[in-house]
């Protein structure tokens, strides 16, 4: 089992930058890939970034590339989501999700899931 823990969302104006986090405990996290997903209000649940256990590989939602960052440091049982250049579209709940072995960036193949944190863009 894994349990995760998603904080540093909040309101910020269009053209900044937030930090999520993503805290685990449970099983050896250096075993999972994680995921980054978001739900705006009326949408379905959309994929935003993923990274492999070791950290060496990661994967972006055209719509996020070259802004987000995804990162882990798995000594700290943590992954991270650098968002920069933040535009209002961006607005939704961010969730952290974990699996075992190989990332991806469907979210029917992740078994943990946080409970999310609200990142607010305003125009």
């Known amino acids: 089992q894994v349990q995760l823990v998603e904080s540093g969302g909040g309101l910020v104006q269009a053209g900044g930058s937030l930090r999520l986090s993503c805290v685990t405990s449970?099983?050896?996290?250096?075993?999972?890939?994680a995921g980054w997903f978001r739900q705006a209000p009326g949408k379905e649940r959309e994929f935003v970034a993923t990274?492999?256990?070791?950290?060496?590989?990661?994967d972006y939602a055209d719509s996020v590339k070259g802004r987000f960052t995804v990162s882990r440091d798995n000594a700290k049982n943590t992954v991270y989501l650098q968002m920069n250049s933040l535009k209002p579209e961006d607005t939704a709940v961010y969730y952290c999700?974990?699996?075992?072995?190989?990332?991806?960036?469907?979210?029917?193949?992740?078994?943990?899931w946080g409970q999310g944190t609200q990142v607010t863009v305003s125009s």
């Open positions: 999700a974990a699996k075992r072995g190989g990332h991806s960036p469907s979210d029917s193949a992740y078994d943990y």
């Open positions: 449970g099983r050896t996290f250096s075993w999972y890939s």
């Open positions: 990274i492999n256990p070791s950290g060496g590989m990661t």
